[in-house]
């Protein structure tokens, strides 16, 4: 016997990314039933280190940023990025980074003085995946169906059907779904059956990775503990990350190009040798997380009825951590637009701006990531031989190489460009004014208000974050209140667009670059349009901000 399931949204995948689609759609009222092959509890692997702040301010508005960050790492481990020799060799160079419980209040290095109420939060995706779990079942209209897996779809006039199996008891299920979300991985089948193929560079790193139970190593430093600590040596470069701050730790062996497979090099050895003990250290090989850095977009984000975000669309070297980070970036802009739609104010053709959005940005922010490889490589390869020598010359070596590394890596770990700068400039549902968008690097962006770019952020005269203050939906930001927007508001409520007016009442630091009385931000704190009056003919940026003026392909 076959079960009957009817839900508007079936997600396939219940990762961070999954979860995070689920949820914002859940948030909006919408029905959501996600498919999940591993058991309910079942951990992930030790995989993401990183929540980045775009992702920490996401979280945020789902009500789930708070448990996040009192978890992984203890209160007060620093989440540093240390370079020595070997993990319990001599220092080369560090970048400060605040441990959580000093996140809100330090001042003065490179990682502070974030654009937010929500900076990053280091904490592996062992711990944040079961309380993104958690959170997402306790939401009335969200059901996850576990050891259940995707078979195929197929579209019908106005939706999708969905065939699944539990893999325990081999029980076929038949979901009827307006829409489909592969959030499947990397192996994805929603994006294979959708004709969809990743392109770019199939391996750009091998990474030969190990996860351990080493409780003696946290007393063994000759400097503080770090959340990262990479070693540099002529025999082995490598990094470990703290996953527990007490005994469980990630050891990434870079293999060199003249080592072509996982099994290349000893494991053992490579591990001492990055560690930086002898053979009478022991430690418990948790698992083996072997992994190759990929240049991959999908050639297609959707066909149809049907998306893919996440792992699914894109495969990248994950330097600054934006593997998962970017895949939830999908998932708000995908959520929004598909709850948009169900409600009824969104066009059919609103779900045009996915794409048009998400795969420029995933092709950018993976060049980042793979031009960071490369210059990480290369340096890897000139390591000094005498870099661990008691002498002048090593005590050189090492200082030298120092400030190389230190001004190499501070942009990827304190990325201010790939969380704020990043804008739309080629969305169908963005009103454009001419004006260009400023240009970003990894590390530097420019607050701005050209549409397409992130909302700025500014703290009000109430000590309020703009970001709380503002509505679920469109905002409009008046930072004049005498400039009469009557006629939009009137022509949103008649058309059940749902548009918040919020008077700027800006706190000390004033109103940023905040130039025009007007700013229309969309529910994922981009700027759809700016103006100093009332547009003169309100439908027309109604009909664009709802792609009434566009169709679905």
Known sequence: MTAMVETDVLIVGAGPVGLTLGMILAQRGVAVTILETRHHGEPPNVKCNHVSARSMEILRRLGVAGAARNAGLPEDYANDIAYRTSMTGKAITRIPIPCRRDRFTATGGPDTDWPTAEPPHRINQLFLEPILFEHAVAMPGLTVLNRTEYLSHAETKDGVQISARNIDSGEQTTITARYLAGCDGGRSQ??????????????VQRVQSTYIRAPQLLGMMNDAPAWASFSLNPRRSGNVYAIDGRETWLVHNYLRDDEPDFDSVDRDWSIREILGVGPDFSYEVLSNEDWFGRRLVADSFHKGRVFICGDAAHLWVPYAGYGMNAGIADAECLGWLLAANIAGWGNAGMLDAYAAERQPITEQVSVFAMNHAHAMAKERKVVPVDIEDDTAEGAAAREALGRKIYDLNVQQYCCGGLNFGYYYDHSPIISYDGQAQPAYSMAEFTPSTVPGCRTPHIWLADKRSLYDAMGPDYTLLRFDPTRDVTPLMAAAAARGIPVQLLDVVPGSDGVG???????????????????????????ALLDTITGTTTSMN
Request: glycine share 8%.
């Open 190 to 203: 929603v994006r294979r059956d959708i004709g969809a193929k990743l392109v770019g560079d199939a391996v």
């Open 513 to 539: 670059p905040y130039a025009e009385a007007l700013v229309l931000s969309r529910p994922d704190r981009h700027v759809a349009w700016r103006g100093d009056a009332c547009p003169t003919d309100p439908n």
